[in-house]
T-cell receptor, first 114, second 112 residues
Framework: DADVTQTPRNRITKTGKRIMLECSQTKGHDRMYWYRQDPGLGLRLIYYSFDVKDINKGEISDGYSVSRQAQAKFSLSLESAIPNQTALYFC?????????????FGPGTRLTVL | SQKIEQNSEALNIQEGKTATLTCNYTNYSPAYLQWYRQDPGRGPVFLLLIRENEKEKRKERLKVTFDTTLKQSLFHITASQPADSATYLCALLNTGGFKTIFGAGTRLFVKA
């Protein structure tokens, strides 16, 4: 089974709808992240969480909110989706005690807002 | 503002040759630099990390250099294979490793 899973994998929705993307991990990592990826712009950080009680805004948090329900679960919400939120969304985890500070990414969610 | 530049044009090389990808950055003093591989439709996968006080790091056919004066990293794949075809992302990390900035990546095509 995959260490970092995301649901759904694909989602098409309409402008104004509320959307939740979910992320779960079995790696036991304390840190979790949400990124969006757009062609030519690379990965941009939306929110990150160091533990259940520590949530921080990233580079592009406007229009998004998150919830860290447990160490293993980190969800991203779009309260009122708009077309420019169409993108590929990735969840990632890392271990604060890791030697290489590497992040482990989920398979991604492709979101289309019409 | 902090900026990472990777060659946006795809790199096409012949199998067996060495591929060299470039990562330049400005307005940042990273403690670490990482390289990731991303295949189409999948999340990035970590390859290598190099620290600010290291000049070079090797792993199998991969070699990374880090020049903090030039603010540049070079990523080399020797004896390239078609299976090396992917997008390669560089990432900069601050001390503590919690603030990571990713480049947009360079697409590599290795022809048989």
């Amino acid at each position: 089974d995959a260490d970092v899973t995301q649901t759904p994998r694909n989602r098409i929705t309409k402008t104004g709808k509320r959307i939740m993307l979910e992320c779960s991990q079995t790696k036991g990592h304390d840190r979790m992240y949400w990124y969006r990826q757009d062609p030519g712009l690379g990965l941009r950080l939306i929110y990150y969480s160091f533990d259940v009680k520590d949530i921080n805004k990233g580079e592009i948090s406007d229009g998004y909110s998150v919830s860290r329900q447990a160490q293993a679960k980190f969800s991203l919400s779009l309260e009122s989706a708009i077309p420019n939120q169409t993108a590929l969304y990735f969840c990632a985890t890392s271990d604060s005690t890791g030697v290489y500070n590497e992040q482990f990414f989920g398979p991604g969610t492709r979101l289309t807002v019409l | 503002s902090q900026k990472i530049e990777q060659n946006s044009e795809a790199l096409n090389i012949q199998e067996g040759k060495t591929a060299t990808l470039t990562c330049n950055y400005t307005n940042y003093s990273p403690a670490y630099l990482q390289w990731y591989r991303q295949d189409p439709g999948r999340g990035p996968v970590f390859l290598l990390l190099i620290r600010e006080n290291e000049k070079e790091k090797r792993k199998e056919r991969l070699k990374v250099t880090f020049d903090t004066t030039l603010k540049q990293s070079l990523f080399h794949i020797t004896a390239s294979q078609p299976a090396d075809s992917a997008t390669y992302l560089c990432a900069l990390l601050n001390t503590g490793g919690f603030k990571t900035i990713f480049g947009a990546g360079t697409r590599l095509f290795v022809k048989a």
